[in-house]
C-alpha cells in the first residue's frame, strides 16, 4: 500500500444529486420491507409532523455510498462505518445534493470522509463522518480483498 497515502488529499470532495420519487420509495420499501406508513401512505403521514410521506432515510444515505463506490474515494473501497445523524426529513419530489470530503487520510489505506446531503434549499438533512479503506488493486498486500468475506 506504500504510496497510496500521497493520492488521496485532505480537502478533496465529491458531489452528486438527484431526486427522490415516490416510484423510488415504493421500489425500496418493496425490496427491504420498511413498510413504514410514513413514507407511503399519504394520509397516514397528513397526520404526523411531518403532514406529507418523507423518503428514508437510508435511500438518501445510498447517495452518499453510491460518491464512495464510484467518485472518492472509487471502485474498490470498503465501506468501513459512519456515524450519521438525520437532521431533517426529505419530502417526496425533494432533490438532494450529497457531498463527501476527506477529512483524514490514515494509514494502511483507511480514509475519514465528512458526509452531508443538503437539500434543495440548502438546508442539511444528513450529516456524518465515515471511515472507508481503499484497496491496493495493483497486485499488493490487500490486491484480492475485495473478494474475501468477513
Partial sequence: MA???GSFILGRS???RRAYHADDVQ???DMTGDHNPIHVDAAYAAHTM???????????????TTLF?????????????????????????DEVVATVTISEVMPKG????DTVCANSDGLVVIE?????KVLDLRGGPDAGARHRTG
Fill in 69 to 93: 463506490a464510484n467518485e472518492l474515494p472509487g471502485p474498490g473501497c470498503i465501506y468501513l462505518s459512519h456515524d450519521i445523524r438525520f437532521v431533517r426529513p426529505v419530502f417526496i419530489g
Fill in 14 to 16: 465529491a458531489t452528486a
Fill in 128 to 132: 456524518g463522518h465515515a471511515r472507508v
Fill in 110 to 113: 483507511h480514509l475519514i470522509l
Fill in 50 to 64: 411531518f403532514g406529507r410521506p418523507i423518503v428514508p432515510g437510508p435511500l438518501v444515505l445510498t447517495l452518499i
Fill in 3 to 5: 504510496g497510496m497515502e
Fill in 27 to 29: 421500489r425500496y420499501v
